[in-house]
């Protein structure tokens, strides 16, 4: 077996599929196991809440945030942030962490919520239902990979500690795609909780197998050396 596939089977491969058993079991736990134990019992009554209090200035709101993590919309930024990162630095490292990020964290949504069949609230739905259970949150877990990838980008090249902390804001639209998710009755409280776990497990996932400079994905190039007669060869590999 190559070197590049025993990376993607121990960095990729496996830890995606530990994620995606660990979702599967919080989704039956969540809506079998324990849906009808402390504290899920309760989150009916905190989407009551969240729907009783609903406001045109607070709606208008929502929606800007549901937006900023729609299907369409996650595309569209993952692809230009994309692009820029590769005119930007000339390298692909970058561009194709973000992408693996958004990507990763799709694939585990999708394949939750074949397996997991959650209602959703028992409230007025500010939104088109999709076909897909409530667990987990789609527009959040696509929030915190995006968002959450970006920041992560941008904070290690920031120079300044404020920088770094201004790039770590973005933490707030995940965080602003959860409450607008709950306030617009598409999602329990448990659903979006889930959806950090996941959009931020694919974050560290991809970080540690595309950022981490101390993994070659390829044959590692050797020095030349220059021999008497003219022709060109590979210096020999050292240890120790």
């Not at 590979?234 to 240890?239: F, L, Q, S």
Request: glycine share 6%; net charge positive; aromatic share 6%.
């Amino acid at each position: 077996m190559s070197d590049v596939a025993v990376h993607v089977a121990r960095r990729v491969l496996l830890p995606m599929a530990l994620l995606l058993s660990t979702m599967v079991g919080l989704g039956l736990l969540v809506a079998k196991v324990l849906a009808r134990s402390w504290p899920f019992t309760v989150e009916d009554a905190v989407n009551r809440e969240l729907a009783g209090d609903r406001t045109g200035g607070w709606n208008d709101v929502s929606l800007v945030f549901s937006t900023l993590a729609s299907t369409q919309l996650i595309v569209v930024v993952t692809v230009l942030v994309a692009l820029v990162l590769r005119l930007v630095l000339h390298r692909w490292r970058e561009p194709l962490f973000l992408c693996a990020a958004v990507s990763a964290q799709a694939l585990v949504f999708l394949l939750t919520t074949i397996a997991i069949d959650r209602k959703r609230p028992a409230v007025a739905h500010m939104d088109v239902s999709p076909p897909t259970s409530s667990f987990p949150s789609g527009h959040t877990s696509a929030a915190v990979a995006l968002y959450v990838g970006i920041a992560l980008l941008l904070a290690l090249r920031a120079k300044s500690t404020a920088l770094k902390v201004a790039c770590w804001s973005l933490l707030l639209v995940p965080i602003g795609v959860a409450l607008t998710r709950m306030y617009r009755g598409m999602h329990h409280p448990s659903d979006v909780v889930a959806s950090f776990l996941n959009g931020g497990t694919c974050v560290a996932i991809m970080a540690r197998a595309v950022l981490d400079r101390s993994v070659r994905w390829g044959r590692e190039r050797l020095p030349t050396i220059r021999r008497p007669d003219g022709d060109v060869a590979e210096a020999p590999a050292t240890t120790g």
